[in-house]
């Protein structure tokens, strides 16, 4: 079983139980003491249990990782205009990679270039460009998560590495002077194997993913376009100015997109 998963079942045990052991959760998931302890290790970090005496429980106001869903009805109008921008950068006949993410999901939505060929392991993804017949999908396969509306698993990587891309929209759980940040460890590897393997990669974030924080990093060198909704913070586009990073700012106010280099 992939942490991944281990972690959305702890939460779900904590919901009925609201503590768990580090012996309960070796035995529960047939793991070492070493592998329970990062596993707690993470759950903290992301601030969604506290640690007690020999495990977790929920905190007494409890910050839960929210649903796919969820996410994407959060901010829907932000993500909507930002989606709409990136979509503008497909060309006909390109091959662009798109990756599980709400903002992406936008992008999908939006999507007017014909006769091009998507990659992605986004069943949301799917099921929206299914629906027109002036295009490819290619499915990355792999297990379900259910929850996060996705396809998982090492295959992901495997068949990735066959593909060569002209885009690569990705999102972010997290953005920091250093880099962008993701909840779990194949989430990261994901992203970074999707921007191998594009010409061009574009990160879609709305301006709340600048005060997040999560876990697994990637670097700002494998980005070479930023699409978000609000001015960034100096320190990150001190960086990003440094690193030769395009930025384009949806903004709000006038719903006029600026381009920024």
Known sequence: MFQEERLLKILEYLKQHQSMSVQEICTQFDVSRDTARRDIVRLVQEGVVIRTHGGVSLPELQKELLSYQDRLIDKSE??????????QLIQDHETVILDVSTTVQFVAEQITAKDITVVTHSIDNVGILSKREDLQIYVLGGYLNVKNRLLYGPSIIDKLSEI??????????????????????????????????????????DHSKFNAKSF???????VDILITNREL???????????????????????EVQSQD
């Open 78 to 87: 932000s993500k909507q205009r930002i989606g709409k921008t990136a979509a």
């Open 164 to 205: 060569r891309a002209d885009k690569a929209f990705i999102g972010a759980s997290a953005i920091g002077a250093d880099g962008l940040y993701y909840p779990y460890e194949e989430d990261a590897r994901v992203k970074r194997e999707m921007a191998r393997r594009a010409d061009q990669v574009i990160l879609v974030a």
């Open 216 to 222: 697994y990093r990637l670097d700002f060198d494998f």
């Open 233 to 255: 913070p100096s320190q990150i586009r001190e960086v990003l100015d440094q690193k030769n990073i395009t930025v384009i700012e949806c903004s709000e106010e006038t719903k």
